[in-house]
């Protein structure tokens, strides 16, 4: 069939790749499933081939391809006969590879994406755990320092390539309190004493390895980190999109081997002196599933094309990926049926392909989770931004005067230029799968310490949006004793923007949380009591701040130091439109100080705009999608997580 997507060079590529796997391993299928696993020198043909560097760049040994090139290559995988050698060649080429592609050092891509490139080397990478499968922020293998190397503990499971594999790009926690925020990528190598894999048996894909792993005091150099550290969540993020692609386009081959398999056998198989393919009950059956695999595959090259244009299609690749492998199950259970008995026994393809099918709606995130993705967007209005419309922020932020001395993160927390690029948006769950760890979860994991006020929409705010001042502009604090501070107090005022006039609550109010209470009832003006900076009986009604300083004058009176708990950090913060442009926030043996200027060597430089933080602090602004868009630069994402937490929200 024409298609605008594909022209002869694509086709032609597709012919080189069918004519191998007819030729070279679907022959060989029975003997790889009965063995359960698949030789290494078919890696390294793929590799000579060039099928194992579509997308890779030049300089790898890749092909440097288009988008279409890999669909066609997916598509083509199931003639392998093999559900299991689908999932381990993709996962070499498109999954466990990817943060080393976007992110890795020079020397991180001649170890190990060169070699998976040329197929010398297989690659894993490990992120669900036996208990964390769906809560990434419970990640608990850690990765702690020791002098030059990380010293990684724990387990994983569901891992494809984990027995055979000369890697693993592994998920650890690197930050304890920081949630998804505090997860870093390590590369362990296989021969690395204290890491040990076992392989699981699964009712389908065989010949793919798919292991639990073990980490018991795994030391690895410190160059092993990909990316940043504490960047880990943010990598995996960015591959979404192509692992919802990869994993429906191979659900599309899949389904149309499985037609064409059908299509032979009805033609050939004759009942009551005729083929029973010309039996209506039969093809019209038929013919609904062929009407169906042509809208799923067409809505699959629709998300591969915007993704190819710069776009982050995100709910495109959750659709295309739900209807295919949705399709490619019921496919197979469809075509099963008209193969009677002889479809339920292993010398008869339709057996391997029902069970097979049955993965797809597992891995690279369930139907469920694709739902509540496509939900989200149709339903909920979220907004994914684009690699286009992130790359002009990350572009605008550095002509607005990005890259001063303090807006870059130290040392040693950057292992490439590219650490620093924003990932794609998502939201949704973590699944277990044993395709690949998906890692899929909301930002509010990572950046929950900015709660949108209740009924507050998801979403970009409007272009015309405008932060006044709340209508009421009353002021009410209630102060309950609090025990003496270690260290001499920091006193306490009212930010100058705050009317003066103020009035006691009743008598019989207790202090709890939340910060905001009822406006109580009048009372003599000449009644005043003064806030304990660090105090956590503190109850406040403020106007929403219009200025960055207004914004800082109110840090201390919203500071919960019951929070902190011994926590000393300093904070730099850059506001690039705003005249009074630079502050120094300082939490420190239970109080906390804003002051005007950079002091100090700071352990988190937050680089933004004015409008940006004032939109974030009366809930105007997603933080999550501020930061994907490139709105927002963090140094230290971990010690963000937890600054955050300290204060009470400024909400009208």
């Known amino acids: 069939m024409t298609s605008i997507y594909f022209g002869e060079e694509h086709e032609s590529f597709r012919r080189a790749v069918r004519q191998f796997l007819e030729g070279e391993v679907a022959p060989r299928a029975r003997e790889w499933e009965e063995a359960r696993r698949i030789p290494r020198d078919v890696f390294r043909r793929m590799g000579d081939l060039g099928f194992l560097g579509v997308l890779a760049p030049e300089e790898v040994g890749g092909a440097d391809a288009s988008i279409f090139h890999a669909i066609a290559l997916l598509e083509e995988l199931p003639r392998s006969r093999m559900g299991g050698f689908v999932a381990a060649v993709s996962v070499q080429q498109f999954i466990a590879t990817g943060a080393i592609a976007l992110h890795g050092t020079g020397e991180q891509k001649r170890r190990w994406l060169a070699p998976s490139v040329a197929g010398t080397k297989v690659g894993a990478i490990a992120i669900s755990e036996p208990d964390t499968g769906s809560d990434v922020a419970a990640i608990r293998t850690t990765a702690r320092r020791d002098g030059d190397a990380w010293v990684i503990d724990g387990a994983k499971t569901w891992i494809t390539n984990g027995v055979e594999g000369d890697f693993v790009v592994v998920a650890c926690r690197t930050a304890a309190d920081a949630g998804a925020g505090g997860i870093s990528l390590v590369v362990v190598e296989a021969d690395t004493p204290g890491f040990s894999r076992s392989r699981l048996r699964k009712m389908g894909w065989h010949c793919s390895d798919t292991a639990e792993l073990t980490f018991a005091d795994v030391r690895v150099p410190l160059g092993n980190l990909v990316g940043a550290e504490n960047e880990g969540f943010f990598l995996i993020m960015e591959t979404f999109v192509l692992e919802r692609l990869v994993t429906a386009a191979t659900a599309v081959g899949s389904a149309r081997l499985a037609l064409e398999e059908t299509r032979r056998y009805v033609l050939s198989r004759e ?81 391997r392909f029902f069970r097979d099918a049955r993965f797809g709606t597992i891995v690279a995130g369930t139907s469920e989770i694709m739902r509540e993705v496509i939900a989200k967007s149709a339903i909920d209005g979220v907004v994914f931004p684009g690699r286009k419309e992130r790359a002009d922020a990350e572009a605008g932020g550095e002509a607005a005067g990005d890259g001063g001395a303090d807006e870059r993160p130290p040392a040693a927390e950057t292992a490439s230029p590219e650490a620093d690029a924003p990932p794609d948006a998502f939201a949704g769950e973590l699944v277990p799968d044993l395709f690949v760890a998906d890692a899929t979860e909301s930002l509010d994991a990572v950046f929950s310490e900015f709660p949108a006020p209740p009924g507050a929409g998801p979403g970009l705010p409007t272009p015309d949006a405008t932060f006044e001042p709340a209508p009421e502009t009353t002021f009410a604090i209630v102060a309950a004793p609090v025990p003496e501070p270690a260290t001499p107090a920091v006193e306490a005022t009212v930010p100058s923007f705050v009317p003066q006039e103020a009035a006691p609550p009743p008598a019989d109010v207790e202090v709890t949380e939340p910060a905001f209470f009822p406006e109580p009832a009048p009372a003599p003006a000449s009644f005043r009591a003064a806030p304990e900076v660090g105090s956590t009986s503190l109850a406040m009604k403020l106007p929403v701040p219009r200025s960055v300083e207004e914004l800082f004058e109110t840090l201390p009176l919203r500071f919960r130091a019951d929070r902190a708990q011994g926590w000393n950090a300093r904070f730099h913060f850059r506001f690039r439109d705003a005249a009074r442009s630079d502050w120094t926030v300082v939490v420190e043996d239970g109080f906390c100080r804003a002051l005007e200027g950079h002091e100090g060597t700071p352990d988190c430089v937050v680089t933004t705009t004015e409008k940006t933080y004032l939109a974030i602090e009366s809930g105007q602004q997603s933080p999550e999608t501020a930061f994907l868009l490139g709105k927002v630069k963090v140094s230290n994402v971990a010690a963000m997580s937890r600054f955050g937490k300290l204060f009470r929200k400024v909400a009208p």
């Open 271 to 351: 009942a009551f002196g005729r083929p029973i393919g010309k039996f209506q009950a039969i093809r019209h059956r038929l013919a609904d599933l062929h009407a169906e695999l042509e809208a799923a595959s067409q809505l699959v090259y629709h998300a591969a094309w915007l993704h190819e244009r710069g776009e982050n299609p995100v709910a495109e690749a959750c659709m295309a990926k739900l209807l295919a492998t949705e399709l490619s199950k019921r496919t197979a259970d469809e075509c099963l049926q008209f193969f009677g008995g002889y479809g339920t026994v292993e010398e008869f393809p339709m057996e």
